[in-house]
């Protein structure tokens, strides 16, 4: 994710979670308690660094299929050529946004206790760790549709040798 849109969504999503929890319009428990979210998070980092692990081990071939296909065209080869760091940037993005979401996981938990005692100061203030756990837990969604778009468009490109086609 780049970084703008990246504060885009957690703004919006944040908005989003807060209004879910504080009218407790859908069932986000499960969803919101940290147990899960480490697991999730866990795991899904782990699918994340064999994705870029792969990824990054195609650039090479694609290098090559995209001198062959162009070397005709030098503009269109230029171009194609720097389109592999973008894909490897958004990739990048995606991985360091899970781990430091899960920086975020690990802080709310330890912090319960305090973020509790911050409660009696304001009572909107307890939805807030709910919100951001939902939150963090949409975000997370949406950077596995990035990661497994970017995949598949990576794969196409190998398979069909051109992924504008």
Same mark, same amino acid.
Request: proline share 1%.
């Given at each position: 994710m780049r970084i703008g849109r990246l504060i885009i969504y957690?703004?919006?999503?944040?908005?989003?979670?807060?209004?879910?929890?504080?009218?407790?319009?859908?069932?986000?428990?499960?969803?919101?308690?940290t147990e899960f979210l480490f697991t999730f998070l866990g795991v899904f980092i782990g699918f994340a660094l064999t994705l870029y692990t792969y990824i990054t081990s195609m650039f090479e071939k694609m290098q090559?299929? $995209?001198? $062959?296909?162009?070397?005709?065209?030098p503009d269109e080869l230029k171009s194609r050529i720097s389109e592999l760091p973008i894909l490897h940037t958004?990739?990048?993005?995606?991985?360091?946004y899970l781990f430091?979401?899960?920086? $975020?996981?690990?802080?709310?938990?330890?912090?319960?206790?305090?973020l509790l005692k911050l409660?009696?100061?304001?009572?909107?203030?307890?939805?807030?760790?709910?919100?951001?756990?939902?939150?963090?837990?949409?975000?997370?969604?949406?950077?596995?549709?990035?990661?497994?778009?970017?995949s598949f468009a990576i794969s196409d490109f190998i398979i069909k040798g051109n992924s504008r086609e």
């Open positions: 957690v703004v919006f999503f944040l908005i989003v979670s807060f209004l879910i929890v504080r009218f407790d319009l859908v069932s986000y428990d499960y969803f919101v308690k090559n299929i $995209i001198r $062959i296909k162009y070397k005709d065209k958004e990739i990048k993005d995606n991985i360091m430091y979401v899960l920086i $975020i996981v690990v802080i709310l938990s330890v912090g319960d206790k305090m409660n009696c100061f304001w009572s909107e203030f307890q939805y807030i760790p709910k919100a951001i756990l939902l939150t963090i837990f949409i975000l997370s969604i949406v950077a596995l549709k990035d990661l497994i778009v970017t």
